[in-house]
């Protein structure tokens, strides 16, 4: 059954296919942090739908809301106008994450996706400050329509595109170049210098941990100052919280402890709660000048989505749910450190926080091998950045105690058979 799946799949299915080439089997059942496929065989999912499944597969709560709701002939669609279940999310997204943060912002519904929060973001950003260009950094991911694309990184995302990609410039993010150089200096004089061939910009864009440019996280006081600088220029400054965001770094953005309000941000993957799409763009209100269905689409909005969204912020109630997120985040980070310690004949580092954590492997393709390793232990795990060179712990921030040493466990043996077959041992004797 498999193999005709699969062999289905090749013959219809577009070659832009990615993630089925990483993990080659037949899903058919997910709940919690566990999947299965058609043969019964049984995964530990440390990929969480690259970060849109972070409460895991099927919450019990959100299912039942959600079944309960469509049994009910609650409304599915409905493109901006009002519905009991938008109304719902919006008081209670307010009442929950805005308010005790002291954010004031007001909440956009761009299309579903992250692309589409962040197309809205430069577009505003743009109409605000009547500026053409936008600042992004290096190894920065954005999302695949042209504006989001325009600010990733990527090369071979880029040469997707098919036209050149226009009215951006891209600076060093932190540590880019070297732990010396202080790229915010560097960015500072392209702004002050009217040599600089640099015009200022509409918005600088950022991700305060990338996500899939290799899980670098930004110092706290690298995000400040740029907070500063933006101030200082009047600059608008969007922090893409698309991957990073609803818990995954540890509080619900991951902005938070690096102590800044952003102009705007953008919210998708895991706002659903449960996998469905849903994305928000958050505006500081005096920029929220777009005139009515200047930016419109059909699919803003999603009500299923809104049901599950609402109570998926139930967890962000109790204020244990952070603090268990933090505790387990320190495990992973001891975990990877033992790893890095046990095994230097991969080359480890550490890289991010929270639960958006990896190793950075200087051992080329190291990790995709591990990742490789791991699926077919029973263990889905994403490679990120340029050269796959780091593999990518990204559990259900809900996981419990047993799911994480499941996983830690399957990444400590592929770790241990990936040396053994790339013969890694010998080299670190012979060197
Ligand atoms: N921004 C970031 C930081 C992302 O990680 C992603 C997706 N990986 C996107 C934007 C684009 O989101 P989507 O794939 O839903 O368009």
Redesign the pocket.
Same mark, same amino acid.
């Given at each position: 059954m498999t193999n005709n799946g699969l062999k289905i799949i090749e013959e219809l299915e577009s070659c832009v296919r990615s993630y089925v080439r990483s993990f080659p089997t037949v899903f058919t059942k997910a709940r919690g942090y566990k999947m299965w496929d058609e043969q019964g065989k049984e995964y530990v999912d440390f990929f969480s739908g690259? @970060?849109a499944l972070n409460y895991g597969h099927n919450e019990p709560n959100m299912k039942k809301k959600l079944v309960e709701y469509i049994l009910d002939d609650g409304i599915t669609h409905s493109l901006d106008m009002a519905t009991e279940a938008k109304v719902n999310f919006l008081e209670k997204f307010n009442d929950v994450i805005l308010k005790p943060r002291d954010l004031d912002y007001r909440i956009m519904f761009p299309g579903p996706? @992250?692309?589409?929060t962040?197309e809205s973001a430069l577009k505003l950003a743009r109409k605000v400050t009547g500026r053409t260009d936008i600042i992004s950094f290096t190894n920065g991911?954005? @999302?695949?329509t042209i504006g &989001?694309l325009s600010v990733t990184g990527n090369s071979m995302k880029r040469s997707g595109a098919g036209i050149p990609l226009q009215n951006t410039v891209t600076m060093p993010y932190d540590n880019f170049v070297s732990e010396d150089l202080d790229t915010l200096e560097y960015l500072e004089r392209f702004l002050e210098d009217n040599g600089s061939g640099v015009s200022i910009p509409a918005a600088i864009i950022l $991700?305060t941990v990338q @996500? $899939?440019g290799g899980i670098n996280a930004a110092r706290f006081e690298w995000i400040k100052r740029v907070d500063d600088i933006c101030k200082r220029w009047g600059i608008m400054l969007i922090i893409?919280d698309?991957? &990073?965001g609803v818990g995954r770094t540890g509080t619900f953005f991951s902005f938070e402890p690096a102590g800044i309000k952003p102009d705007i941000v953008?919210l998708?993957?895991s706002i659903g709660g449960y996998g469905l799409p849903l994305a928000l763009t958050l505006i500081r209100p005096e920029l929220d000048s777009f005139k009515p269905g200047e930016h419109n689409g059909t699919f803003r909005g999603n009500n299923h989505a809104f049901i599950t969204a609402t109570e998926a912020l139930t967890y962000w109630e109790d204020p244990a749910f952070e603090k268990s997120i933090q505790k387990k985040s320190d495990q992973i980070t001891t975990f990877l450190d033992k790893m890095i310690k046990e095994n230097p004949e991969m080359k480890g580092h550490l890289k991010g926080r929270g639960f958006m954590q990896g190793i950075s492997s200087d051992v080329d393709g190291f990790s995709e091998k591990v990742a490789e390793e791991a699926f077919r232990r029973g263990l889905i795990m994403e490679t990120a950045g340029g050269h796959d060179q780091v593999f990518k712990l990204f559990p259900p921030i809900n996981i419990d105690e047993e799911g994480l040493e499941r996983g830690f466990e399957i990444i400590e043996q592929s770790i241990k058979e990936t040396v053994k077959t790339m013969n890694l041992e010998k080299d670190t004797v012979a060197n």
């Open positions: 690259a @970060g996706t @992250g692309t589409n962040v991911f954005h @999302g695949m &989001a $991700e @996500g $899939e893409d698309v991957q &990073a953008c998708s993957k």
